[in-house]
């Protein structure tokens, strides 16, 4: 009996350890699929999205805040460093960036940095300065800290292209319980699937997490082209080489001097 006591004691205080969850997300996406083509300048996505009670008995609780971390296709992209040497600028260090993301976006409501304390945003990688940016340094591979010179001249070359952005006004709660938010897609925004992660905060802790998805494609002349370089490789470079010397012959001929 006394056993049974234990059992039933040790499984009350399992379930009294666990958070008591009052919220869910409920989002939906403008645009799941953008596509691209030479005459893109770029787009603007809209994520709506609704705070709900789980389980409906359990009450809300406002204030919100809302962080939502858009992530492109990852890849290994390389920055250097130069110096002037003898009146000439040259690369004299380089650090490699190990499957990092090609478009990363950071909107939230307000600035991050006020919505949590330092330690979560850290685990919870919210904040360009919290991103895990991992760098091959010599044999090693490892996220530096996040005034490294190579992570900032990588970051601000990535903003600069609009590839890497974080705002505080990105998001917008239309009531206390329902928002938007806008992601934008530059004209330079990678091709592939990107994936959203959407992440409600109250008093500075983490209440509830959804997730998203979306696809950028190319389409018309791009993507054919694109295919048969990749299907067709040789015959691929075989036509375009003969494309290049026509070129040149006419060319030559049309500004040909007597």
């Keep these: 009996m006394r056993r049974i006591a234990i059992t039933l004691a040790f499984i009350a205080l399992l ?27 770029g787009e603007e996505l809209v994520l709506f999205g609704t705070i709900e009670p789980d389980p409906v008995t359990r009450p809300l609780r406002p204030p919100y805040d809302l962080v939502v971390t858009v992530t492109g296709p990852r890849q290994t992209l390389r920055t250097r ?3 002037r040497v003898l009146g000439i600028w040259v690369n004299v260090d380089s ?8 478009y990363l976006a950071i909107l939230s409501n307000r600035p991050v940095n006020t919505i949590a304390n330092p ?3 850290r685990r919870l990688q919210i904040g360009l300065d919290n991103f895990l940016l991992p760098q091959r340094i010599g044999t090693d ?34 009531t206390p319980t329902v928002f938007r938010a806008a992601i934008p897609m530059p004209a330079a925004v990678p091709t592939g699937s990107y994936g959203i992660e959407v ?17 950028v494609i190319k389409t018309g002349f791009e993507q054919y082209v694109a ?22 012959w006419f060319a030559s001929v049309i500004f040909a001097r007597d």
């Design 227 to 248: 295919d048969a370089a990749r299907d067709y490789g040789l015959l691929y470079g075989a036509v375009t080489a003969l494309m290049a010397l026509l070129i040149g």
């Design 15 to 41: 379930c009294g350890a666990g958070p008591a969850v009052a919220e869910r997300l409920v989002v939906s996406l403008s645009n799941h699929r953008v596509a691209v083509t030479s005459s893109f300048v």
């Design 141 to 174: 591979f490892a996220d530096t800290v996040s005034d490294d010179p190579f992570r900032r001249a990588f970051v601000r070359l990535q903003t600069q292209q609009g590839l890497y952005r974080e705002s505080a006004t990105a998001v917008t709660f239309l």
């Design 199 to 215: 992440e409600l905060f109250t008093g500075g802790n983490l209440v509830a997490r959804t997730n998203s998805a979306l696809d």
């Design 119 to 121: 330690d979560t945003l």
């Design 95 to 102: 650090r490699e960036f190990l499957r990092v993301p090609s």
């Design 81 to 83: 460093r130069k110096e």
